[in-house]
Nanobody
């Protein structure tokens, strides 16, 4: 039905930058909110940033001013630009999207997750 595919993770030194990308594939009719979440070892998954189809953004306090979320509605993609990275940003980052696809009955937004991409920030 719908797949989310992330890319762009890796290893970076503290103070560096990374850009994560996520693309949604499938018979997509509409996407509502898209976002990024992360999960560090031994911790619960937490919100990093979200963006609505209209471009309204929401950020976790810990990343405000350092991370920027953006999306391309025509391409069904969402990106996360991460600057001034800190060791505490180390986690697996997951893409999330609320998706309505052609042929679903009843039409509603379902929640989809990517498999995750590892981000490691060394001190």
């Amino acid at each position: 039905q719908v797949q989310l595919v992330e890319s762009g993770g890796g290893l970076v030194q503290a103070g560096g930058s990374l850009r994560l990308s996520c693309a949604a594939f499938g018979r997509i009719f509409r996407i509502n909110t898209m976002g990024w979440y992360r999960q560090a070892p031994g911790k619960q998954r937490e919100l990093v940033a979200t963006i609505t189809s209209g471009g309204r953004t929401n950020y976790a306090d810990s990343v405000k001013g350092r991370f920027t979320i953006s999306r391309d509605n025509a391409k069904n993609t969402v990106d996360l630009q991460m600057n001034s990275l800190k060791p505490e940003d180390t986690a697996v980052y997951y893409c999330n999207a609320e998706v309505m696809y052609f042929g679903m009955t009843p039409l509603r937004f379902n929640d989809y997750w990517g498999r995750g991409t590892q981000v490691t920030v060394s001190s």
